[in-house]
């Protein structure tokens, strides 16, 4: 696909996703502020979908991991044990004529700002953290940070999870939140912005055997890969890329990102890094508490070495969303529609009366919404406008399967049709018969 068309494609995505109510430009009415964004109930839909696949593929399905939600605010000694306070930074320049600012790896020439064509100063590091402070004085002690990340409120756990439930290892904790960083400059929509969510696992392991440690990192690898299966994106978009050693952050010994073909570009979707013992062993040195593992069997004690898969919830959505926007031609007439896998699609089925100024068939229709309501959920009651239009607004949002209430229903067959939103096929079926029908189809 050429620049041109992938910046088009971009353009719809984004126009549809504000016109049908699945992302907003944050703070609009105000005039926005740079790198926010507000989720409208579809892509809050869409996110929670998301998110609960995630939980229940590392979480609920596994005996090996505990969940944790730890604060937002931390004691500011966390993230000095962690070298967030002196390393977490970008290299940026400022224009001095237009007094833009810029991250210095992503200008071609250091030396001519990309807007004004003034001449740049020189660079300098900038702490992406959000500072603030906590209590009614403002002071040295009082400063903590918008956490950048939520893996240290894991690590600052081990000990309690550790104490509380005494498991083995290895054993992982895994925890879904916001994290927030001041970039320089957010762009391409929803995929850098200076809030989003995180969902992390640190997942500690035994160092004295490497080549467990190696088989887990490996199987941690394989399992992030089939997480992307069961949310439908397409495998030939995906990328696994080594990270050579010059290129990894300073606490990793391995490190693949997964990258996937957007719109803007091959960009990386999540990571996966051998953290070592790094984490641990700075907070241990830093608090003076003891977060070593005791092993019953060989009487020994160590620090343990932690994997970490960790997955972007916002880079996610907008994968999926540039993956399945599609456009096509159906009755002779263009449509657009999203192609979500049916597990996650933000509405599962849109129930319609044929006509809305008949009573009987509007009572039936509701008799229909309401007992797949109670068992999907997700279920939309549509009336709007003829039904040519009303397919084309859930086709829009990704429905998978909309079904119409017609005169049939009542004077004849106690059937209604069901329409496949890929395909346009329809066919009949009955009420009795419905959630079992569809139950098959929505996964």
């Not at 090996?64 to 500011?76: E, H, T, Y």
């Not at 010059?246 to 990386?268: C, L, N, V, W």
């Not at 005169?407 to 079992?436: M, N, P």
Request: contains cysteine; proline residues 5%; aromatic residues 12%.
């Amino acid at each position: 696909m050429s620049e041109k068309a992938e910046a088009s494609v971009m353009e719809k995505v984004v126009a549809l996703c504000k016109r049908r109510g699945f992302v907003y430009p944050g703070s609009e009415i105000y005039g926005g502020l740079s790198g926010t964004w507000d989720y409208g109930p579809h892509g809050v839909a869409l996110k929670q979908n998301i998110k609960n696949l995630w939980w229940k593929k590392f979480v609920t399905d596994r005996e090996d991991m505990f969940g944790v939600d730890a604060a937002i605010l931390m004691n500011q000694k966390v993230w000095q044990a962690s070298g967030h306070a002196t390393g977490f930074s970008d290299p940026l320049v400022e224009c001095k004529k237009c007094k833009r600012r810029f991250r210095t790896d992503q200008i071609p020439d250091k030396t001519k700002c990309p807007e004004c064509e003034g001449v740049l100063g020189e660079e300098r590091q900038f702490n992406m953290m959000f500072k603030t402070h906590v209590g009614a004085t403002e002071g040295e002690t009082s400063v903590s940070y918008l956490r950048p990340e939520t893996a240290q409120g894991m690590f600052v756990n081990f000990k309690n999870v550790r104490d509380s439930f005494n498991p083995r290892l290895p054993f992982g904790l895994a925890q879904i939140g916001k994290a927030f960083r001041n970039e320089i400059a957010p762009r391409d929509f929803t995929f850098r912005a200076r809030e989003f969510e995180q969902m992390e696992i640190e997942y500690f392991v035994d160092p004295r055997d490497t080549k467990k440690v190696t088989e887990l990192f490996d199987a941690w690898f394989e399992s992030q890969l089939a997480f992307l299966t069961d949310l439908g994106l397409s495998t030939a978009k995906i990328h696994k890329i080594e990270v050579p050693a010059s290129d990894r952050a300073h606490y990793s010994k391995r490190s693949i990102d997964t990258e996937f073909d957007f719109p803007f570009g091959q960009k990386e979707l999540f990571g996966l890094a051998y953290r070592t013992d790094y984490d641990l062993k700075a907070h241990t040195d830093s608090s003076g508490v003891d977060l070593s593992y005791y092993d019953e069997e060989t009487k020994e004690r160590f620090i343990p070495h932690c994997i970490e898969p960790t997955f972007g919830v916002d880079r996610l959505v907008l994968a999926i969303l540039t993956d399945v926007y599609t456009e096509d031609t159906m009755g002779d007439e263009p449509r657009v529609y999203l192609k979500f896998k049916p597990s996650i699609a933000p509405i599962k089925v849109a129930v319609f009366p044929l006509l809305k100024n008949k009573p009987e068939l509007v009572a039936k229709a509701r008799e229909v919404f309401t007992m797949l309501k109670k068992e999907f959920g997700s279920v939309m009651f549509d009336d709007n406008g003829n039904i040519g239009k009303r397919y084309r607004r859930q086709d829009e949002i990704g429905t998978p399967f909309c079904i119409t209430v017609d005169f049939d229903t009542i004077e004849k067959d106690q059937a209604v049709t069901v329409r496949d939103r890929d395909s346009g096929k329809q066919e009949r079926v009955s009420i009795t018969e419905l959630i079992a029908s569809l139950r098959g189809k929505l996964v």
